[in-house]
């Protein structure tokens, strides 16, 4: 069975870092394409970051290029999302993906709250 689990969300002032970790079972994580998405309340999810399975290409939308970084450990089955400088409109629900051709999974998401 497949599970993708989140941590490291929680509350944090403007201006502050976060470093959230998606935990990965059930699947041969180095042969993965990981991304990081977000989800406002009353907003569609957006992507946020992605990272190539061998690790070497990594990818960000202008809302966060220069303060959010994506990282993975294949040895650990763990991906990360280092957030620094974060703002209060990145208060939301971050979600883990992994995807390798038709296959895609998803974790349940770790909150992010930045108050301003």
């Known amino acids: 069975q497949v599970q993708l689990v989140e941590s490291g969300g929680g509350l944090v002032q403007s201006g502050g870092s976060l470093r959230l970790s998606c935990a990965v079972s059930?699947?041969?994580?180095?042969?993965?394409?990981m991304s990081w998405y977000r989800q406002a309340p009353g907003k569609e999810r957006e992507w946020v970051a992605s990272l190539a399975s061998s690790g070497t290409s990594t990818n960000y939308p202008d809302s966060v290029k220069g303060r959010f970084t994506v990282s993975r450990d294949n040895a650990k089955n763990t991906s990360y999302l280092q957030m620094n400088n974060l703002k209060p409109e990145d208060t939301a629900l971050y979600y883990c993906?992994?995807?390798?051709?038709?296959?895609?999974?998803w974790g349940q998401g770790t909150q992010v709250t930045v108050s301003s």
């Open positions: 993906n992994v995807h390798y051709s038709w296959l895609n999974y």
């Open positions: 059930g699947l041969t994580f180095s042969l993965y394409d």
